[in-house]
């Protein structure tokens, strides 16, 4: 039969947490095994040094002031410091001492890697509240004022003047318009990048060509020498978020327009394939090479043969993010004829209406 001094000798040898027994001169007269499991000291060791020889220097004055206190007779619950190991490195201990008649009762959890875990989650918290501002930044305090020189100059444009002054309000006008673009790039890449993904407004959409016709209609407006065809046959609904979608398009379409051959037509289709909504851009050009289509997605990656020096590369990365936000795949097929961008979205993919989501597993292997 076990005896009660057996069973506490046995947790004394076993306890994976420090326990010791120290006298008022601050020796630990005991200490049990995981003394030297956890900070490498020997029973021996510690019996020749005072608790304030492992402390570490910015610990010691409130742990002498701890150890005054428990001199007159009040217990240290929960106290937290640093002792040193034998190699050198420190350790967060978590103290439980009780006094004792003359010698205090004490026992100590390593609460190291807890500590760390802690820090760890406070430089989350600080990363994420660093990302909502950057992202408060690009959409208020660029944006606003931006809007502000764009509004100024069309009510000045409106006040009589002569052609000169004409053509440097257009100029203007026009590099606020491509300011405020670059700006939205670039807070959709903050989203994606480091916020999880880019959110997307999911709905049922019964009538996607009208906003692919605008988006055609508005590309070929700034650029009345290119040639646009379209074959819009998807006439079914798609859960989606349309104004992404249409972004995703204009992209695509941008795109083609800066790289595709300036003598050929772009070739926009939308249609439904063995369950999936397809949507493809087509133009002739010259043949993307192959070492280039594996980075083609990634953000800031442009070929440089007719690459446009207005952008920074992040169009092909959005609309990727916004094909994998709809559970969706963006592709791309390159030969000496023809460039194919061409997204496909499940149809039968089930969404809640009104959802709010970033990027989802892609649905397609």
Not at 4 to 31: C, K, M
Not at 146 to 170: C, D, K, T, Y
Request: hydrophobic share 40%; net charge negative; aromatic share 8%.
């Amino acid at each position: 039969m076990t005896s009660v001094a057996d069973t506490h000798s046995l947790t004394w040898q076993v306890s994976p947490d420090l326990l010791g027994i120290v006298n008022q001169a601050g020796v630990f007269v005991e200490t049990n095994p995981a003394w030297q499991a956890v900070l490498g000291w020997s029973e021996a060791e510690i019996r020749s040094m005072v608790f304030t020889d492992f402390l570490h220097p910015d610990d010691l004055d409130r742990t002498l002031a701890v150890f005054s206190t428990m001199k007159t007779g009040e217990p240290a619950l929960h106290f937290e410091n640093r002792y040193r190991c034998k190699d050198g490195t420190y350790r967060w201990l978590s103290w439980v001492a009780v006094p004792e008649s003359d010698i205090f009762v004490c026992s100590a959890r390593d609460v190291t890697r807890e500590k760390a875990n802690v820090r760890a989650l406070q430089s989350s918290e600080d990363e994420a509240t660093l990302r909502e501002q950057f992202i408060a930044i690009l959409g208020h305090d660029l944006r606003n004022p931006l809007a502000a020189v764009g509004s100024a100059v069309r009510i000045a444009s409106r006040q009589p003047h002569n052609e000169e002054i004409a053509a440097m309000f257009a100029a203007i006008d026009g590099s606020a318009d491509r300011m405020a673009k670059l700006i939205d790039s670039i807070m959709d890449f903050a989203r994606a990048r480091l916020g999880g993904g880019i959110p997307v407004d999911l709905k049922q959409i019964d009538n996607l060509q009208h906003g692919f016709e605008r988006v055609v209609e508005e590309i070929s407006i700034a650029h009345p020498e290119r040639q646009f065809e379209t074959a819009f046959k998807f006439d079914g609904a798609l859960t989606c978020d349309a104004a992404r979608l249409d972004q995703l398009l204009s992209n695509l379409v941008a795109n083609a327009v800066t790289h595709g051959s300036q003598d050929e037509s772009i070739s926009v289709v939308t249609k439904a394939v063995d369950g999936f909504f397809m949507l493809s851009v087509t133009n002739s050009g010259t043949k993307i090479p192959d070492d280039v289509i594996p980075n083609l997605f990634k953000p800031f990656e442009r070929t440089e043969e007719g690459a446009s020096l207005q952008g920074l590369g992040l169009g092909l990365y959005i609309a990727d993010q916004i094909a994998k936000a709809h559970s969706g795949e963006l592709t791309v097929t390159s030969t000496e004829d023809r460039t194919v961008f061409e997204l496909a979205i499940p149809l039968s993919r089930k969404a809640d209406v009104g959802a709010h989501r970033n990027i989802g597993d892609p649905a397609l292997s």
